[in-house]
């Protein structure tokens, strides 16, 4: 006599979040385009602007401010690139398709993704912290760091909708230079490579349109830079920025679906 | 007609699927039986891709029910129950094969061993290999196993010899045959006749959003009374093609092939007309033409 026994699930959804995350990071760390960009150009960026070539004008300490702005610039990239070009790539090729086909529990696909952007937002704050620290001089209270650590790795979530948003309108090929035309532009409108006291009028009114805008002020508030506007402020906007760009990105997914 | 039906892995009834002004699927009912190689055939455009997704779940009807395994497709549990190889599945280049293996493995309650997967779909010597590195068909045989290594009870296979070396094709027709043996359930989309007609147990023809035939393969094949005859003859083609039952004619050589309703007559008329008629072959048409044949009418 064979009892049957019902087999219980023994599905890990530990093991399943771990596994997707773990090689959503490889992936993409195994891909030279976004790599290297993505982990390479923030650092050189601070290298040559704050540490070399300085300017070593009165009350502005760019060791400092571009230490805040690009860590933001820098952490923008595994949103917009992560999510813009995987998402639009995986949609194009089918392996989307597959995966929901696949009974793989539906979050698993985008938390793995956020966490991999998150992760690579927590390796570039590192990377700039120990350049900033040793060549760049700079020294910040103890709880500046954490802070910002914290803006930097939550930071990326807005982008990572504007990136899903981005990926689920245009094509793999379209992707990437979609994307460096909203991620360029934007780092320069609000203030990370220089600051908006120095560009003109019209550049600081617009400034605030910018997702990128609201987390440098941020950034800059954790290592004690001056800031405009109220710290609860910015997050409020990001966070409702997030939000309107995800229910996009969700509308749109379904649609295709 | 709603029942769960005991021997059903998976069941359409009355499906309605529009796209824009296309109608995809016009009212059609399919069940994939357990343990059955269900072969769904039809042109182009037929509505084959969009009856699949809808089983999977990836779409939902218009009208009509969708059941896998008595369950919504939607359902996790449902669809661990299930294999699927798509037509177009572009797996990330970047990760290893051993990777997306354990990937996909961790999705169901009681995969198979990696070893087991590699083994049956041939690709033990590519575990350590980046997916983009491999050549089309190793990576059919990588996306078999991913199909596979669940232990599906059900396997979706939509046009899974596409690409591949007649070798390849071989062996995968025998693992196939070897799941289906061992009680797993197979839908197979192909535009490979010989594929189905060699594979199938039962065949769909899908014809302008609706089932216009489904039985065995000796079932669908007689429907066509057309017989193909071929011999060597010295009777010219032009006195063949004016007899009254031929259909059609042609020469290749020495060689006469006559497509006919009644062969017997024909071959009567032939051995009596040419007493020296060699290599004398009669065959029925053959899934392929059947096809057509059916096709057209529905049209």
Not at chain 2, 41 to 67: C, H, I
Not at chain 2, 185 to 214: F, M, N, P, W
Request: glycine share 10%; with cysteine.
């Amino acid at each position: 006599m064979n009892a049957i026994v019902q087999a219980l699930p023994r599905v890990s959804l530990p093991r399943i979040y771990t596994l997707e995350g773990k090689h959503e990071f490889l992936r993409l760390l195994r891909a030279p385009s976004f790599a290297v960009p993505t982990l390479l150009f923030p650092p050189m960026f601070y290298l040559l602007f704050a540490v070399l070539f300085a300017g070593r004008s009165g009350d502005f300490h760019a060791n400092i401010y571009l230490l805040a702005t690009y860590g933001v610039f820098g952490v923008m990239a595994p949103g917009l690139f992560g999510f813009g070009v995987s998402v639009a790539l995986d949609r194009e090729r089918g392996w989307l398709t597959l995966k929901r086909a696949l009974p793989m529990p539906p979050g698993a696909y985008l938390a793995s993704k956020l966490a991999m952007a998150m992760l690579f937002a927590a390796v570039i704050f590192t990377i700039l912290a120990i350049i900033a620290i040793t060549l760049g001089g700079v020294r910040l209270p103890a709880s500046a760091w954490p802070q910002l650590l914290v803006v930097d790795v939550f930071g990326v979530l807005p982008f990572c909708a504007i990136g899903l948003f981005v990926g689920t309108l245009v094509s793999g090929q379209a992707a990437p230079a979609v994307i460096n035309l909203i991620y360029l532009p934007m780092s320069f409108l609000s203030g990370l490579w220089m600051p908006l006291t120095v560009l003109p009028g019209v550049v600081r009114e617009i400034a605030p349109w910018w997702p990128a805008f609201h987390l440098g002020q941020l950034a800059l508030g954790a290592v004690g830079e001056p800031t405009t506007g109220s710290a609860l402020g910015h997050v409020a906007i990001l966070a409702a920025m997030t939000v309107v760009f995800l229910f996009f990105a969700r509308r749109r997914l379904q649609r295709s679906a | 007609m709603f029942g769960a039906g005991s021997g059903s892995c998976a069941e359409l009834f009355a499906v309605r699927k529009r796209f824009g002004t296309i109608t995809a699927l016009d009212g059609v009912d399919l069940d994939v039986r357990s343990g059955e190689l269900l072969a769904l055939l039809g042109p182009n455009g037929a509505g084959k891709s969009t009856a699949m997704g809808l089983l999977l779940g990836l779409s939902d009807p218009d009208a009509g029910e969708v059941r896998l395994f008595g369950q919504s497709p939607h359902t996790l549990e449902a669809r661990r129950g299930v294999g699927v190889m798509l037509q177009s599945a572009g797996l990330p280049d970047t990760l290893k094969v051993g990777e997306l293996l354990a990937q996909t493995r961790s999705y169901y309650s009681e995969p198979l061993s990696a070893a087991e997967c590699a083994a049956t779909a041939g690709i033990g010597d590519l575990l350590g290999r980046r997916y983009g590195k491999l050549s089309g068909g190793q990576q059919r045989r990588v996306q078999f196993a991913l199909a596979i290594c669940g232990r599906p009870r059900l396997l979706f296979l939509d046009e899974p010899t596409v690409g591949l070396d007649v070798e390849a094709r071989q062996a995968l027709w025998a693992s196939m045959r070897s799941l289906v043996a061992s009680g797993c359930a197979v839908l197979l989309t192909t535009h490979y006749l010989e594929e189905a007609e060699s594979l199938a147990d039962r065949v769909a023809v899908l014809g302008r959003g609706r089932i216009i035939a489904d039985g065995s393969v000796r079932e669908i094949r007689a429907r066509v009374a057309q017989r193909r005859i071929r011999c060597v003859s010295t009777l010219a083609p032009e006195t063949i093609s004016a007899w009254p039952e031929v259909r059609s004619i042609c020469r290749d050589g020495d060689r006469l092939e006559i497509v006919t309703n009644s062969a017997e007559t024909v071959v009567r008329q032939l051995l009596w007309e040419d007493k020296r008629l060699s290599e004398l072959e009669v065959e029925r048409a053959g899934l392929a033409e059947a096809f057509i044949e059916i096709t057209q009418e529905a049209a």
